[in-house]
T-cell receptor
């Protein structure tokens, strides 16, 4: 079991460019979460999917952020027109998502730097 | 919105002493309270959790206490070792499903030999 895989590990974009981050959850996990980690804000919830369906995107900045889960083996987080304040580590996590099985397993994260 | 507050941003203890990290939460529906550890340069990994049907749980040197009335929970690390040095995050489930977690800001624990 390779755990949650996130690619790329580091991404540098220029202001106004698009960034797409990828996540492969643990096989058999039905829930996938995206969080953003910064020194100032800590871990901020962005969105989550259950059985590929979007459940809660209340943490997503509405205009430029979008997330998809086209199949059970990967999810993407897309940021359009990136801004310097989007610089952060974006963490993907998965869980079994069944009953009381809430434990999140985190990927190593993608460090996004917007210049 | 709902919040989890982590009261100690940094904590320094001597090896062998105990360390205590305190958190409070706002959502009365919260029922699940996990703790995660993040070592330097690594991602978060789960260390221990407690559910709202109990008020104490222990796993080896880790003890979690939950006071539902005060909406407060804490992590106690006994007989600390240098390898316990890390950032510790508390979290609380939000909403009825219990799947979504809101995290505290993190506590940087340093265990000095």
């Amino acid at each position: 079991n390779a755990g949650v895989i996130q690619t790329p590990r580091h991404k540098v974009t220029g202001k106004g460019q698009e960034a797409t981050l990828w996540c492969e959850p643990i096989s058999g996990h039905s829930a996938v979460f995206w969080y953003r980690q910064t020194i100032v804000q800590g871990l901020e919830f962005l969105t989550y999917f259950r059985n590929q369906a979007p459940i809660d995107d209340s943490g997503m900045p509405k205009e430029r952020f979008s997330a998809q889960m086209p199949n059970q083996s990967h999810s993407t987080l897309k940021i359009q027109s990136t801004q310097p304040q989007d610089s952060a580590v974006y963490l993907c996590a998965s869980s079994l998502g069944r009953g009381s099985q809430n434990t999140l397993y985190f990927g190593a994260g993608t460090r996004l730097s917007v210049l | 919105g709902e919040k989890v507050e982590q009261h100690e941003s940094t904590l320094s203890v001597r090896e062998g002493d105990s360390a205590v990290i305190n958190c409070t939460y706002t959502d009365t529906a919260s029922s699940y309270f996990p703790w995660y550890k993040q070592e330097a340069g690594k991602s978060l990994h789960f260390v221990i959790d407690i559910r709202s049907n109990v008020d104490r749980k222990q796993s080896q040197r880790l003890i979690v206490l939950l006071d539902k009335k005060a909406k407060r929970f804490s992590l106690h690390i006994t007989a600390t070792q240098p390898e316990d040095s890390a950032i510790y995050f508390c979290a609380a489930s939000i909403g009825s499903s219990g799947n979504k977690l809101i995290f505290g800001i993190g506590t940087l624990l340093s265990v000095k030999p």
